[in-house]
């Protein structure tokens, strides 16, 4: 019976971004969102306690946390392999998200530019949900942006371009 497992199936993504309350205080997460760290990786945080982007005294990174952990004295984090390449996938995801620029023509942009001043983070959201369902977007901006959109260039390590 799927209802005694204490992990359920399921194909939702995992979150990997911390939790923060209301506060602005970071947390370890609760059972519906639990961080991905501990909760991936039971033997090495066997108690629950110590994962990344969890409340501490001081803030640490992300990057900075992954650094300390490859280089922990009995090696445990540098040995698991899972481990290594998850914290690697994490942080070149939020290297994406953090550096991706969408490029336009000039003469593209300067045609339009008015109209893309005007779009604000909710037709994003509301194109993103319609691009979801496979609906083409329902604001004319935002369609006019998508045909003149002729690149996304990022620099994130271990892609092509970090390399230049």
Same mark, same amino acid.
């Given at each position: 019976?799927?209802? /005694? ?13 911390? !939790? ?13 969102? =639990? ?10 945080? =066997? ?9 501490? =005294?001081?803030?640490? /990174?992300?990057?900075?946390? *992954? ?5 922990? &004295? ?25 550096? &991706? ?12 530019? &008015? ?5 604000? =983070? ?5 194109? /993103?949900?319609?691009? *979801? ?10 369609? /006019? ?7 996304? !260039? ?11």
């Amino acid at each position: 019976k799927e209802d /005694s497992y204490i992990v359920q199936h399921g194909s939702d993504f995992v979150n990997e971004y911390p !939790r923060v309350d209301v506060h602005g205080t970071q947390y370890a997460g609760s059972t519906d969102n =639990p961080n991905h760290l501990l909760g991936a990786f039971p033997c090495l945080f =066997p108690y629950g306690f110590g994962g990344f982007e969890v409340q501490r =005294p001081r803030r640490i /990174s992300y990057e900075a946390h *992954a650094k300390w952990s490859m280089k922990y &004295a009995d090696k445990r984090f540098r040995k698991d392999l899972h481990f290594m390449f998850q914290v690697f996938g994490v942080i070149q995801k939020r290297q994406v998200c953090k550096s &991706a620029v969408l490029q336009v023509r000039k003469k593209t942009f300067h045609e339009n530019k &008015a109209s893309f001043t005007r779009l604000t =983070p909710e037709d994003l959201i509301v194109a /993103s949900h319609e691009e *979801a369902q496979q609906k083409p977007p329902s604001n004319p901006i935002i369609r /006019s942006l998508r045909k003149h959109i002729t690149a996304v !260039r990022t620099k994130v390590v271990g892609t092509d371009e970090s390399r230049i």
